[in-house]
């Protein structure tokens, strides 16, 4: 059943097209003790509607991350994850989705090696295995780039990259560098400077989950124009 707002807005309009929106489970149903919005919370309603509505994406997901995955991965970048993305590893270790740009009427197979992340931009959620590796390469890139003297670096130590497109040279960082936890979530593009984009992963999770239950558009920090998301043949594209 659709959320109905106090105010007409076009996205009143584009909820009533039929988009299928659900109500949001209270949390214990959903088996989380934490009462506070938390990013467990958001996943949940995520993977949730993905079950419901796109169930192909839903069976992309991957299982969950060892702790002994993650921390072998710690130990070769030399850096903690925050606790928000390891929460989220040990429920889903991310996708089989990759995002690639189809036409016509193709069948997108998200699981099979695939094609198309059910996030906004198409950005795509990566395992332990390819966060530890774009990061490492990232790091060593940014070394033997910065020059001597400088204080610039390419990628700093302690932004994880959690969430990339499919040729990994734009996506989601989540800046650990200073040991904030929760850690904020930054976009990042190959020709542009990191843009500070959501206060959290929580608070990114709840903003894609809003969107897909009908509560409001996708946006990034409230800039640019809204990613209004459509479902075809089990697949969730924005």
Known sequence: MCRLASEESPWDDYRRSG??????QPIMDLG???TLTSAVEAWARFTQWLSEYAPVHADALN??????????????????LPSELRQILMINNGTTARNRILSGNSCYDARGGGDYSPFPSYNVFNDVELTCSLYTGN????????EPGSRYEYWKQGWI?????????????????????PAPVYAYGEDS??????????????????????????????????HLPSVRDGLLAW
């Open 19 to 24: 988009w299928p929106a659900m109500e949001r």
């Open 32 to 34: 989380i003790e934490n």
């Open 63 to 80: 299982p969950p991350a060892t702790e002994e995955q993650i921390k072998q991965a710690e130990s070769r970048m030399g850096v903690s």
């Open 139 to 146: 790091r060593t890139a940014s070394v033997s780039m910065q």
């Open 161 to 181: 990259p959690a969430f990339t497109t499919k040729e990994g040279h734009s996506g989601l960082f989540l800046d650990f560098s200073v040991g904030a936890d």
């Open 193 to 226: 400077f990191p843009d500070l984009a959501f206060s959290s992963l929580a608070e990114y999770l709840s903003a894609v989950s809003d969107a897909l239950e009908g509560i409001r558009p996708f946006t990034v920090m409230g800039r640019g124009a809204p």
